[in-house]
């Protein structure tokens, strides 16, 4: 077990629309990664925040937003629900040091979100 | 340019025998290339992880060789057991964050 801890672990919304998944990140850890892994592909990378502040995207649009709180904390809001956005969801953490420029990345267990 | 393509899709194994997953990249700039091990209904695990300074790095049955010049790396799996069975992906990133991932090689180890 990594530490990384995702909340909730299955989730139900419908068309349209609005969630909000969280992520506790590993003890020592000040960056957070999030990523969409759909079924049977390869996780996809979302965002990243480093000490509360959005640290790179991924080709997401922008109802994809995300917070970073002080304990470093995260979580992804997805608004506007879409079919497609049923998929796994990946938080990731890790130790950016001063650059922002992270080591090793830790996942947690996911949020599975189906979207009917 | 920001692809990781990975190889095969889905692999066999007999116990006792070599698993081998391979990837190709495309950005030159990737410098760092960890490989991540996913059961189902988890989240994936860093298995081994190489820097392109090196052109192989081992750890207990899992290797990874590296290919700076063909930018191809792969993960050999020595002794595979049924507990390996398992979603591997291999991934690539600029200073270890922010990862591409491959599309995942699906192995089966039958006893």
């Known amino acids: 077990e990594t530490g990384v801890t995702q909340s909730p672990t299955h989730l139900i919304k419908t068309r349209g629309q609005q969630v909000t998944l969280r992520c506790s990140s590993q003890?020592?850890?000040?960056?957070v990664s999030w990523y969409q892994q759909a079924l049977g592909q390869g996780p996809q990378f979302i965002f990243q925040?480093?000490?509360?502040?959005?640290?790179g995207r991924g080709n997401f649009p922008p109802r994809f937003s995300g917070l970073q709180f002080p304990n470093y904390s995260s979580e992804l809001n997805v608004n506007a629900l879409e079919l497609d956005d049923s998929a796994l969801y990946l938080c990731?953490?890790?130790?950016?040091?001063?650059?922002?420029?992270?080591?090793?990345?830790?996942f947690g267990p996911g949020t599975r979100l189906l979207v009917l | 340019q920001q692809q990781v393509k990975q190889s095969p899709q889905s692999l066999i194994v007999q116990k006792g025998g070599i698993s081998i997953i391979n990837c190709a990249y495309e950005?030159?700039?990737?410098?760092?290339f960890p490989w991540y091990q996913q059961f189902p209904g988890k989240g994936p695990a860093l298995l081994i992880a190489?820097?392109?300074?090196?052109s192989e790095k081992k750890e207990g049955r899992f290797t990874i060789s590296f290919n700076k010049s063909a930018k191809q790396f792969s993960l050999h799996i020595m002794d595979s057991q049924p507990g390996d069975s398992a979603t591997y992906f291999c991934?690539?990133?600029?200073?270890?964050?922010?990862?591409?991932f491959g599309t995942g090689t699906r192995l089966q180890v039958f006893p």
């Open positions: 990731a953490s890790s130790f950016g040091g001063t650059s922002g420029r992270g080591e090793t990345q830790y």
């Open positions: 003890s020592g850890h000040n960056t």
């Open positions: 925040y480093y000490r509360e502040e959005e640290n």
């Open positions: 950005n030159t700039a990737f410098d760092y």
């Open positions: 190489i820097r392109p300074d090196v």
């Open positions: 991934a690539a990133s600029i200073g270890a964050d922010k990862l591409i």
